[in-house]
């Protein structure tokens, strides 16, 4: 392959989990601009077949890293790691408990995270 479509390459490789990442924030608004006043944006992963948790934050390392946080069912802290184009999240707009409590996390991106 020649340097310069090497590079090519090298560099849309490099934006795949900040392109995806930005697909996500993209969806993901679109879906908190939606909620209610008395409604939440949950925002779930699946960790693996028996574990579901619900995403807190969502950040990325280039070029093909999703880095999902949140917590699982029993409330522990749980992070996925994960290659960006294998992510599924699902969305759900809930209705606030009869106390007014939201979700377990508060929805939040992170953005990228530093290699260091």
């Keep these: 392959m020649p340097a310069l479509n090497r590079s090519l390459v090298l560099a849309a490789n490099e934006a795949r989990a900040?392109?995806?990442?930005?697909?996500?924030?993209?969806?993901?608004r679109h879906w908190q601009a939606q909620v209610g006043n008395d409604e939440f944006l949950v925002v779930s992963a699946t960790a693996t077949p028996d574990d579901v948790i619900q995403v807190g934050n969502i950040s990325y390392r280039n070029p093909d890293l999703l880095i999902l946080e949140g917590v699982d069912d029993a409330n522990q802290r749980t992070r996925i790691l994960a290659p960006a184009?294998?992510?599924?999240?699902?969305?759900?707009?809930?209705?606030a408990q009869s106390d007014g409590a939201g979700p377990s996390v508060a929805f939040q991106f992170g953005g990228q995270q530093d290699s260091n």
Aim: no cysteine; proline share 0%.
């Design 85 to 95: 184009g294998a992510v599924q999240l699902a969305m759900k707009i809930v209705k």
């Design 18 to 28: 900040e392109l995806i990442y930005d697909h996500m924030q993209e969806e993901i």
